[in-house]
């Protein structure tokens, strides 16, 4: 899921493309403000049956569009299913793949929680787990924060990433409030900086060719924020709102909300890092926030 509904709506993508020799995206049909032009479900491999990776949200209309990707490169059917994590928009998509293909493995990091909820079998997959296909192989890096289940794979032919939800071709990731971590999601992008990856292929927008600088921007954009909301409680005591108005002052009051869930989340993490206290309720949104 991701944010900044300005920017990613309105974003146009070709419902299917062949992004390099071994990988062929497809669109998933589910264009939304939370998902920009949809998720990007990606073919990859060369051979006769290729990994999915990501198959979608379940919106009907994208199996043509997979049988027509599988056409177009070459491909005669589906080796397995991968998960970069267990959003509806990524997982949701599971069920219609195997009515329509029948019995494949599904497979991904655990999230006892989430993962119940779907009456398939799932595979587990570990951190530096590989899943090969011919032509390709995948290794996948937990990299939580923006999902506890999150996996980053590897291209190692490209030195290329497969990102999930992570970061993202338009718009910015959005950290849940309830099971977000931000503290966690920026070691992940640290991790995935170390990485050193050429290209990023993103689960919503476009190809991203230059990896490191789109990470450290990512990582240079959540530094800032934090700077500027620990600058908005140097005249005082503050709560979630009140800081909003202050550091999302340039955006729509219809945005406000949402970036409350941003505020919150890095209130959280400077919070563990002792750089703000709380006081008053002990829920985030209703408590007076204020430098120690
Ligand atoms: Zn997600």
Redesign the pocket.
């Known amino acids: 899921?991701t944010s900044t509904p300005a920017v990613m709506l309105g974003m146009e993508l070709p419902d299917v493309a062949a992004w390099s020799e071994r990988v062929t995206v497809a669109l998933g049909q589910n264009p939304s403000v939370f998902t920009g032009p949809g998720t990007n479900t990606y073919l990859v491999g060369t051979g006769s049956h290729r990994i999915l990776l990501d198959p979608g949200q379940g919106v009907t209309s994208y199996l043509p569009i997979l049988e027509r990707a599988l056409a177009e490169c070459g491909a005669e059917g589906l080796q397995e299913i991968v998960l970069t994590?267990g959003?509806p928009?990524?997982i949701g998509g599971v069920a219609q793949i195997l009515e329509r293909f029948g019995p494949l493995s599904v497979k991904k990091f655990p999230w006892p929680e989430n993962d119940a909820e779907f009456d398939f079998p799932i595979t587990s997959l570990a951190d530096g787990d590989v899943v090969q296909t011919e032509g390709a192989t995948l290794r996948g890096v937990l990299t939580p924060g923006?999902?506890p289940d999150h996996l980053c794979f590897v291209l190692e032919e490209e030195g290329a990433l497969f990102s999930g939800?992570n970061v993202l071709g338009v718009g910015t990731t959005v950290i849940p409030s309830r099971s977000g971590d931000l503290g966690a999601y920026m070691d992940s992008l640290e991790c995935m900086l170390a990485l050193g990856p050429t290209h990023i292929y993103p689960a919503h927008g476009p190809l991203i060719e230059d990896g490191p600088a789109k990470l450290r921007e990512y990582l240079d954009h959540r530094r800032q924020r934090d700077e500027q909301i620990l600058a908005a409680l140097a005249d005082g005591p503050l709560q979630v709102a009140g800081i909003v108005k202050v550091v999302y002052a340039a955006y729509p009051e219809s945005l406000h909300a949402a970036a409350g869930q941003s505020v919150a989340s890095h209130l959280r993490k400077l919070e563990r890092e002792a750089r703000v206290v709380r006081s008053g309720e002990p829920d985030l949104l209703v408590a007076a926030w204020s430098l120690p």
């Open positions: 899921m994590h959003h928009d990524h923006h999902a939800d």
